[in-house]
């Protein structure tokens, strides 16, 4: 549970520190980011991809990269050794359950990530909100009490609650914002069409719009991974 609350901050932190520059990471390597996850790409092994990307920038005198796309190769490339040497792994191989004092604990940060999302959503008054918000009232009360909550089940059920909402607001946004809106986020993730799959790369693009979406109407992003 702790890894879905500090994934972000660990590959953000560990890019820090390999360029040595208070050099934070963009909204759109978040994104990147939350992909990697998505996929089940462990921490161990993108911080392993990350220092890749640095070690050939290093021998080939480049420059080191700037932001995570340009270590999305390296990333991909230490997953794809990483599943190819699980293939063989017994079950008792991988990591053990969690204690119930760790389990406990990572429901209350649950519970405390959802009643921050409503404290927030309530202040809203888009068309729309109403609806998530009693989803994320009834999500909150079946948590209550579970130490056993599957946070990746939780992440997905969040995400989906989230792109209901933002589908409506595609639907409220003017015609002619929301064409600006689609022309920046097509802009922005032009870079990333070449180097990442389709079906990734299409995930980047809509969780980005949902992102911006978000932001048009100052709510937050409704993931735990943050």
Partial sequence: MKNYFNYFTEVEEHFV???????LVSPLDWC??????????PLQIALRGIDRSFETALKRHKKPPTTLFYCHPAVMEAFQEYREAMLGARPEEGESPGSSESSEQGATEVRDHLDRL?????????????RVLARLSELRAEVTGRPDIDPGELERELLDIQSVLTDSFETQVA?????????????????????????????????????KLLAEYGLPEFTLLQ
């Fill in 17 to 23: 520190r390999k360029r040595g520059k208070n050099l």
């Fill in 32 to 41: 990147l980011i939350e992909v990697w996850k998505q996929d089940g790409v």
């Fill in 118 to 130: 409503i404290a927030r959503l309530q202040d809203s008054e888009q068309a729309g909100v109403a």
């Fill in 175 to 211: 015609p002619a914002r929301l064409s600006e809106i689609k022309a920046e986020v097509k802009d922005e993730t032009k870079i990333y069409k070449k180097h990442l799959s389709k079906e990734m790369y299409d995930r980047l693009r809509k969780r980005y719009l949902q992102r």
